[in-house]
């Protein structure tokens, strides 16, 4: 694969922190091109707190 997919990940990926872990690990392994917008993170943010 020469390029990697664009993934979208949601505040559901991003919170608990188990998900979002294994989730990272996988973009930062090369396999996907995370990204997420301010609204997903002020989201996953909210649910946090």
């Known amino acids: 694969m020469d390029h990697p997919v664009t993934a979208i990940y949601d505040a559901n990926v991003l919170y ?4 979002r872990d294994l989730f990272l690990r996988i973009a930062q392994s090369g396999l996907v091109f995370a990204r997420w917008t301010e609204l997903i993170h ?7 707190l």
């Open 42 to 48: 002020d989201e996953w943010v909210r649910n946090l």
């Open 16 to 19: 608990p922190a188990p998900i």
